[in-house]
């Protein structure tokens, strides 16, 4: 199903994802550095933000979500939780 076969109705976030048909692997990559390739891909994404919001609130353990590996998730959860 292409996008634009897509019921804007119906759809959900990762439906309308930069993501969308490319080869997930690329999104578990080994290592900081081969993270890249998948972040270049979510830096324009329309749905970045659900994305990563997902990711945080599963507390997803792998792959980039959102733009943001683990380590980056990790980061920002500890950060948010930092008293005001």
């Known amino acids: 199903m292409s ?5 804007p109705q119906e ?3 990762w439906d309308l994802g930069a993501c969308r048909g ?3 692997s690329i999104f578990y990559p080994d290592d900081e550095a081969e993270a890249q ?3 270049t891909v979510c830096d324009d994404c329309a749905v970045k933000t ?3 919001d997902h990711a945080l609130s599963f507390r ?3 792959g980039v979500w959102g ?3 683990e380590r980056d ?3 920002i959860l500890r950060h948010r939780r930092r008293p005001a």
């Not at 996008?3 to 019921?7: E, F, V």
């Open 73 to 75: 998730r990790r980061r």
């Open 60 to 62: 997803e353990k792998s």
């Open 11 to 13: 759809a959900k976030w």
């Open 50 to 52: 659900a994305c990563l």
């Open 22 to 24: 490319l080869d997930a």
């Open 3 to 7: 996008i634009q076969q897509i019921n």
């Open 37 to 39: 390739a998948a972040k």
């Open 67 to 69: 733009g943001a590996t």
